[in-house]
């Protein structure tokens, strides 16, 4: 007998690889994941903590309590938020609904890759975009753009170039796209943004049919383990991804947890300015040193190194690896020649500095 055959798309997946090491401790660096330097505010602990003392009972259906929190934090409607186990979960939720066989959808070549992962899930097919100068070209994706659309993804800013498209190149590409076309603007690391032209997109989504926008808590809240992602969009697409959510996806501590770190607005402000110094500090220390490091406005960098075998992106990694810092390498996002190294504590980033000066002095 013949075994059980999965769907094409299936087979085409390349699984999704994380770092090597996916938690850290006393001996160990973690710049790998792009999570937050500090850890998640008391406040969420102590929740989470009393949310656990009895588990018994399912959580809200539909994450309400925490729907209600971030309308009145972001100061957004309700019923145009949906929540889900990480905001992977609300790309994929959106793909089967959206997309399947002979359809396509767009993102830029070195997007997430939970995007191309998303849409082979479901049958469609998933076109990767050339980037500017590691920056998102939207002339490249309107011209990109068929008949069999069904989805443009836009991590912004991206992961791992840490690049950002500003407001007016989101508005110029949303009135490229066809109506009946889903612009979906990923801002995972939103929170860490600095700069005056940048929008996550809720403006967008109030003014218009077809624009999503994703978030997180994995990142400057640091309840990366918990995974809580939610979603603001038109009501319409909310009611359809509401009819394939699981019901209880989001757990009663993690609902807990991320209602009190939205209110510890203190702890989210110290996690925004350390990174706002740390961020530019380290890619000055890094550039003294001869390498080159990608313009990021997130909380993590990418650093070129030399296409020499003994001094490339390879060896850097485990160079630093063997000293106990854990990087991550982005070849499967079409960047063979570079390293990404999250913004952890200044403590952390000392000694990645320090590593990168023996590693560089060993030429």
């Not at 792009?34 to 406040?43: I, T």
Request: proline content about 6%; glycine content about 6%; aromatic content about 8%.
């Amino acid at each position: 007998m013949a075994p059980p055959k999965a769907k094409p798309g299936v087979l085409a997946i390349t699984p999704y690889a994380g770092s090597e090491v996916g938690h850290g401790g006393t001996d160990r660096v973690v710049v790998s994941s792009n999570e937050s330097a500090f850890g998640a505010s008391w406040r969420a602990m102590e929740a989470y903590s009393a949310a656990s003392e009895d588990v018994r009972r399912y959580p809200e259906i539909d994450a309400r309590s925490l729907r209600q929190a971030l309308a009145r934090h972001h100061g957004l409607e309700q019923d145009r938020i949906i929540c889900g186990c990480g905001s992977d979960q609300i790309i994929d939720l959106l793909t089967l609904c959206f997309a399947g066989p002979g359809d396509e959808t767009l993102y830029t070549e070195h997007g997430f890759t939970m995007y191309p992962i998303a849409t082979l899930g479901v049958g469609a097919t998933p076109i990767a975009v050339p980037e500017t100068n590691l920056t998102t070209d939207v002339d490249a994706i309107l011209a990109r753009v068929t008949e069999r659309t069904r989805i443009v993804f836009l991590a912004n800013p991206n992961n791992p170039t840490g690049t950002y498209v500003p407001e007016s190149e989101l508005r110029r590409l949303h009135a490229g796209l066809p109506e009946d076309v889903i612009l979906l603007l990923d801002g995972a690391y939103a929170e860490y943004v600095m700069e005056e032209d940048y929008v996550a997109g809720e403006a967008l989504v109030r003014e218009f049919s077809n624009v999503v926008m994703t978030r997180t808590f994995s990142k400057i809240y640091a309840l990366a383990s918990l995974r809580v992602g939610w979603a603001y969009a038109p009501p319409e697409i909310i009611d359809v991804l509401d009819r394939v959510r699981p019901p209880f996806n989001v757990s009663a501590p993690a609902i807990s947890a991320a209602i009190a770190a939205l209110e510890d607005r203190e702890h989210t402000e110290r996690s925004r300015r350390h990174n706002a110094e740390t961020l530019p500090w380290f890619i000055g220390e890094v550039e003294a040193l001869g390498l080159h490091v990608n313009p990021s406005v997130a909380n993590f960098v990418i650093v070129r190194f030399s296409d020499d075998p003994d001094r490339n992106a390879d060896a850097a990694y485990r160079f630093l690896f063997a000293r106990s810092i854990v990087t991550r390498r982005v070849a499967g996002y079409g960047l063979p020649e570079w390293v990404r190294m999250s913004i952890g504590t200044r403590e952390e980033m000392e000694e990645v500095l320090t590593a990168l000066r023996a590693f560089v002095g060993a030429t």
